[in-house]
């Protein structure tokens, strides 16, 4: 079975800051990788995801993540925190097959502070 | 673009009473999803319909709940009884086409069974 772990479920950084919000997955097929970023009382929207092909995927807002397939990790990065950024952030796996479940990890929440 | 519409946001009601929460997927869209957030468990699949047929239920918790797809667009989600257990918020999603982990988000439906 396919599974994500999430380390951190609170990561804070000031405005300016690097964000590093780390991902880590379980599988026995080449993974589909996912970030999905969920703001106050809304739905999860993508951030960005990885399929085949470059390892670096750059996504929305100015964040990106790297598949490093020798340390089954999928970690999120930003150069440059924003306030807006502030929000619970969620990595998910899903496999080629099928309906292509997404299973999600417990989330990370980014505090951003001034 | 409308996206994914739930409704309603907020619902409170009382252990044994039915339950019914909608939503509408985005046109064109031919995959739904429900899903149940909770601080415990963190973010479920419950059940997952294509093209207006339930394929995957195992993630619905019990008999009490039930989900039905009349058309493409329009799904309910009903719990009969509710219990305080079934206390979450409560996301519908939909996707297009084979890019079935490629998911749109509503802003989900906040239960609240006292």
């Known amino acids: 079975a396919q599974s994500v772990t999430q380390l951190g479920s609170h990561v804070s950084v000031s405005e300016g800051a690097l964000v590093l919000l780390r991902c880590n997955y379980s599988?026995?097929?080449?993974?589909?990788l996912f970030w999905y970023v969920q703001y106050p009382n809304q739905g999860l929207q993508l951030l960005l995801k990885?399929?085949?092909?470059?390892?670096l995927v750059k996504g929305i807002n100015g964040f990106e993540a790297e598949f490093k397939k020798s340390e089954t990790s999928f970690h999120l990065t930003k150069p440059s925190a924003h306030m807006s950024d502030a929000a619970e952030y969620f990595c998910?796996?899903?496999?080629?097959?099928?309906?292509?479940?997404?299973?999600f990890g417990t989330g990370t929440r980014l505090l951003v502070s001034p | 673009d409308a996206g994914v519409i739930q409704s309603p946001r907020h619902e409170v009601t009382e252990m044994g009473q039915e339950v019914t929460l909608r939503c509408k997927p985005i046109?064109?869209?031919?995959?739904l999803f429900w899903y149940r957030q909770t601080m415990m468990r963190g973010l479920e699949l419950l059940i997952y319909?294509?093209?207006?047929?339930?394929?995957?239920d195992s993630g619905m918790p019990e008999d009490r709940f039930s989900a039905k797809m009349p058309n493409a667009s329009f799904s309910t989600l009903k719990i009969q009884p509710s219990e305080p257990r079934d206390s979450a918020v409560y996301f519908c999603?939909?996707?297009?086409?084979?890019?079935?982990?490629?998911?749109?988000f509503g802003a989900g439906t906040r239960l609240s069974v006292l």
């Open positions: 998910a796996v899903s496999d080629h097959t099928g309906f292509q479940k997404l299973v």
């Open positions: 990885y399929t085949t092909g470059a390892t």
């Open positions: 599988s026995s097929v080449p993974p589909y």
């Open positions: 319909f294509n093209n207006n047929v339930p394929i995957d």
């Open positions: 046109s064109g869209h031919n995959s």
């Open positions: 999603a939909s996707s297009l086409g084979e890019a079935k982990n490629i998911q749109y």
